[in-house]
Antibody, heavy 114, light 112 residues
Framework: EVQLVESGGGLVQPGRSLRLSCVASGFTFGDYVISWFRQTPGKGLEWVGFIRAVGTTLYATSVKGRFTISRDDSNSIAYLQMDSLKIDDTAVYYC????????WGQGTLVTVSS | DVVVTQSPLSLPVTLGQPASISCRSSQSLLYSDGITYLNWFQQRPGQSPRRLIYKVSNRDSGVPDRFSGSGSGTDFTLKISRVEAEDVGVYYC?????????FGQGTRLEIK
């Protein structure tokens, strides 16, 4: 059974950093793209970025230059490093398998507030 | 960015009755490889989204056959042949043909 478990969310001040983790199981992690999405009541579901199996990445314009996705294939973990956080980054963050979100984790809430 | 518009945004349905959700994109979703990257997701209350349909009309494993997807180009539809209580939630379409991929606003299905 494919499972994705996010962690690392919490309350953080604007301008600070946070790193989210996504631990995967039930599939050969190194063979798959991992994508990150976020969800807010106001903006709905939004694609954040992805990392390919070979390690190349692509990001949404709204986070490019501030967020970095990486992966540790030996431990089946993907990371979302979020720097220079803004209030608008407040959301539930999900990691998913594949470009188009075949499987989702349970999400982790990030609240950016002073 | 490609704009994806769902309608209706709220859908009250009587148990056992059919339901239909429309998803329209601002550009054709037919990719140069001949595939249309349009998926449907269900998000039950308090849960993460779950993919139901991929590439317009392919049901994911475990998805009841009362769910069906259709459409082409810019117009797509998710149909539920007979709504059950467990179908309550928000339904989203996602276009994956044009980057960045984008979602519709969501359609909230409730039981009358």
């Amino acid at each position: 059974e494919v499972q994705l478990v996010e962690s690392g969310g919490g309350l953080v001040q604007p301008g600070r950093s946070l790193r989210l983790s996504c631990v995967a199981s039930g599939f050969t992690f190194g063979d798959y793209v991992i994508s990150w999405f976020r969800q807010t009541p106001g903006k709905g579901l939004e694609w954040v970025g992805f990392i390919r199996a070979v390690g190349t990445t692509l990001y949404a314009t709204s986070v490019k230059g501030r967020f970095t996705i990486s992966r540790d294939d030996s431990n089946s973990i993907a990371y979302l490093q979020m720097d220079s956080l803004k209030i608008d980054d407040t959301a539930v963050y999900y990691c998913t398998r594949d470009y188009y979100a075949t499987f989702w984790g349970q999400g982790t809430l990030v609240t950016v507030s002073s | 960015d490609v704009v994806v518009t769902q309608s209706p945004l709220s859908l009250p349905v009587t148990l056992g009755q059919p339901a239909s959700i429309s998803c329209r994109s601002s550009q054709s979703l037919l990719y140069s490889d001949g595939i249309t990257y349009l998926n449907w997701f269900q998000q039950r209350p308090g849960q993460s989204p779950r993919r139901l349909i991929y590439k317009v009309s392919n049901r994911d494993s475990g998805v009841p056959d009362r769910f069906s997807g259709s459409g082409s180009g810019t117009d797509f539809t998710l149909k539920i042949s007979r709504v059950e209580a467990e179908d309550v939630g928000v339904y989203y379409c996602l276009q994956g043909t044009h980057w960045p991929i984008t979602f519709g606003q969501g359609t909230r299905l409730e039981i009358k």
